[in-house]
């Protein structure tokens, strides 16, 4: 996970922590699946919230737009964070 | 249609059109939509807190003035780029391509003010179709509390369509709405899309969805627009702090407590269906035994003195009697999903469930099958991922859904009522919960196997709203409880009594030499009765269990028996099982029919369950025992006996061969695993 180095300080959802905020930068192209995270309101610009993890770890809570959304770490990885 | 004479009557200009307008009902799911077509329409439909139960295209007549407009619910929706089946749905209906629906002449968006920027984001889509919008927005009380101040006057005027605030639970607001989508749906005029500068309405655009960057620059130039008028339209506010529902979820998503109440929430429920329904259960059977008594004493005897007592009144009156436990399911259900808790139980297991290679949102589909396989079926349409969905709807029949229920009480009532564990547990509820938890069991492997095998695909993509917690609204659960019940009685009104009626005379037909003799005697009896109400004769008349065996069903059940009697069960059950591929409960119906064969209603008659104990064989030796009992609850867990779901697995999957796997994996699981209860039972020295 620590692999990212390369890019100075590139982020994915994935790794914020809970209760960090971060800024989408980018949204990695993952088919379907990077659609429907867009149009769920996860577009470069917007700041989101993680809240909590669920009791086996996974899915991740995240607040976006004043509502709550959860999703997979795997989808997580697609999110592109700058703080 | 075409009468010339309407232009000549200008005073009623409402009638001159030919066709009623169409007005569809769109919006996210959890905006108050189902709430606000119910106030509409006065129609009735369920109402849910989690994406997509909302699926089958509901219809309304609503009158507004002269007018009738036909409404149309389109299923709850986050955008409508086609990548889900309700999505494609609702764009057929939108392009005026669904059979038999002409295109929408207005749109009604429901909007909720608590999650404004996201609903807009149908809107501005809904909009791109170039039909005229009008905006009802809903929850303008919730978001006041949260202190959003919207000003709908300066989103009206920057979206360029009406705004209308609406409750409607309490009827606020819906006069006006009606005016503007009159008005709306009449003027013709298609809206304004300034955000796509190329202009094109996304009806043209995602025909290509291979060229993800221009997909991609929409949506980003539509959230950009929703920006811009939201931050003008809406009083900032101070989101850090959690808020109402995210407190709760601090104890029912948390690590350890959340899925304690999970747990316990289940256990309530099973609870509550198996010891609070039992006494209006006892009230319901005791009313149809005094109804059956007094039709049976107020008929003259013969042919259909025994169709209406012992074919009707035993066999429709042997289901309605699990009404209450029935009702009580569907309470439950509902509660869960109109609070929101649904969804996290969904957060809480996805992990589980991804083991099994299913998708979190697989557990609506997975709970509701345990009221009914058909409408959990349907739900899965959710699920984007076609593998998938196909594991999720070929496992979903495993969940022990309500019509097993009469069948799980019957044998619990027959052979293992009033026993305990540790003097305190009920072993009818430990049983019960058994049976759901090898259902269960059976599911996942099942799950797992076919994840592994035919349906193998990469891990299913999980992205889910967690809607905040709101209060059911009593009434809608209410009218969810009943519409489902009534779909019940309809059921047993129809089918049930169709079969019922069938069996009967599977049973009653052909009618022996000895038989005819045995008639007499009956008569003569039933004629005693009415006059001095001797004693009956018992049960087990010879007669009647030769002619049971010589009709038509005891044939067809002796013919299977070879193959059901290392399952513990002898040809009337055969027989039973049979009859109960039309639907499960059928079984308990078939029951009463066969042990009531032959005896007139009469209060020393015996209950089914008396029936079932003292049944025996030719030899002397009791039919069933516990071990039997407990073999054929296992065969119900499994066996894929309901006509109804296969059609409808025949429908979601558009394939016969899907159906016919179904049919025969199920079958096939069902009868080892009966065999290995029974057989098994036996080697450990159970009776």
Not at chain 2, 17 to 30: D, E, F, I, R
Not at chain 2, 136 to 150: R, S
Not at chain 2, 368 to 390: H, K, Q, V, W, Y
Not at chain 2, 475 to 499: C, P, S, Y
């Amino acid at each position: 996970m620590k692999n990212n180095a390369s890019e100075g300080k590139v982020m994915t959802l994935a790794n914020l922590e809970i209760g960090a905020v971060g800024k989408v930068e980018s949204v990695l192209e993952n088919g379907a699946i990077s659609k429907r995270l867009m149009e769920m309101g996860i577009v470069p610009g917007v700041e989101l919230k993680v809240v909590k993890t669920a009791p086996f770890g996974d899915p991740i809570q995240i607040r976006v737009r004043g509502y709550n959304l959860a999703m997979r770490r795997n989808e997580a990885e697609a999110i592109i964070i700058s703080e | 249609m075409r009468e010339s004479i309407n232009a000549t009557t200008p005073n009623i200009p409402a009638q001159t059109k030919s066709a009623p307008l169409v007005v569809a009902l769109a919006g996210n799911p959890n905006a108050g939509k189902t709430t606000l077509f119910n106030a509409l329409t006065g129609l009735r439909q369920k109402i849910a807190n989690y994406s997509g139960v909302t699926v089958e295209r509901k219809e309304g007549n609503w009158s507004v003035g002269d007018e009738n407009i036909k409404l149309i619910d389109l299923p709850g929706l986050y955008s409508l780029d086609a990548t889900s089946l309700d999505e494609q749905i609702a764009r057929e209906v939108l392009m005026g391509r669904s059979e038999d629906l002409p295109r929408p002449d207005a749109i009604i968006a429901v909007v909720d003010a608590t999650n404004l920027e996201r609903n807009l984001y149908l809107v501005t889509q809904l909009l791109e179709y170039g039909i005229p919008v009008v905006i009802a927005l809903t929850m303008v009380d919730l978001a006041e509390k949260q202190n959003l101040e919207i000003d709908s006057a300066k989103l009206s005027k920057l979206l360029e369509i009406p705004v209308i605030r609406v409750k409607a639970a309490q009827r606020v607001g819906i006069d006006e709405l009606s005016a503007k989508a009159l008005e709306t749906a009449r003027s013709d005029q298609p809206p304004r899309v300034k955000w796509l500068s190329n202009g094109h309405h996304s009806g043209d655009v995602h025909l290509s969805l291979s060229d993800n960057d221009a997909v991609n620059k929409q949506i980003f130039a539509r959230y950009n627009f929703i920006s811009e008028v939201y931050q003008e339209s809406v009083q900032p506010v101070d989101q850090s702090e959690a808020n109402f529902s995210e407190r709760i979820d601090g104890i029912l998503t948390h690590k350890f407590f959340g899925l304690v109440i999970l747990v316990a929430i289940l256990l309530l429920v099973f609870q509550a269906i198996f010891s609070w329904a039992t006494l209006p259960m006892d009230l319901l059977d005791s009313g149809f035994g005094v109804l059956g008594e007094f039709v049976g004493t107020q008929m003259p005897p013969g042919i259909l003195h025994d169709l209406i007592v012992d074919g009707i009144i035993a066999g429709v009156g042997g289901i309605l009697i699990f009404l209450p436990q029935i009702l009580m399911l569907f309470l439950f259900i509902s509660i869960l999903e109109d609070t929101g808790y649904m969804a996290r139980a969904a957060f809480l297991l996805d992990k589980l469930m991804s083991r099994v290679g299913l998708h979190g949102k697989a557990f609506l589909p997975l709970m509701s099958s345990f009221a009914c396989a058909i409408p959990g079926i349907m739900a899965t349409r959710t699920i984007e991922n076609r593998r998938d969905r196909l594991a999720t709807i070929l496992i979903a029949p495993f969940m022990s859904c309500s019509a097993r229920l009469p069948v799980y009480a019957l044998m619990i009532a027959a052979f293992f009522a009033g026993q305990t564990v540790f003097g305190f547990i009920s072993v009818g509820a430990v049983l019960m919960l058994g049976m759901y938890a090898l259902g269960i069991f059976v599911a996942v492997i099942a799950a797992f196997i076919l994840k592994k095998t035919i349906l193998k695909s990469p891990p299913p993509p999980f992205v889910m709203e967690l809607p905040p917690y709101r209060l059911p609204n009593l009434r809608t659960v209410l009218q969810n409880m009943f519409t489902r019940a009534w779909l019940f009685i309809k059921r047993a009104g129809t089918v049930i009594l169709a079969i019922s009626i069938i069996l009967w005379a599977l049973m009653y037909f052909p009618r022996g030499a000895e038989v005819q003799g045995s008639e007499v005697t009956v008569q003569n009896e039933a004629s005693q009765s009415k006059t001095n109400k001797v004693q009956k004769p018992k049960n087990e008349d010879p007669f009647v269990s030769q002619q049971l065996e010589n009709s038509f069903a005891g044939m067809l059940g002796r013919t299977i028996e070879p193959a059901i009697a290392p399952l513990g069960f002898d040809w009337k059950i055969g027989v039973a099982i049979i009859a109960s591929f039309a639907a499960r409960e059928v079984l308990v119906s078939t029951l009463s029919i066969i042990y009531n064969v032959g005896a007139d209603a009469d209060e020393t008659s015996p209950t089914l369950i008396k029936a079932i104990q003292t049944a025996k064989k030719a030899d002397g030796t009791p039919v069933w025992t516990p071990l039997t009992a407990l073999s054929l609850m296992v065969f119900f867990v499994l066996a894929m006996q309901c006509m109804s779901t296969l059609a409808v697995v025949r429908r979601e999957t558009n394939s016969w061969a899907w159906v016919i796997f179904m049919f025969g994996y199920m079958t096939v699981i069902a009868y080892f695993a009966s065999l290995l209860t029974y057989q098994g039972g036996r080697f450990l020295g159970f009776t």
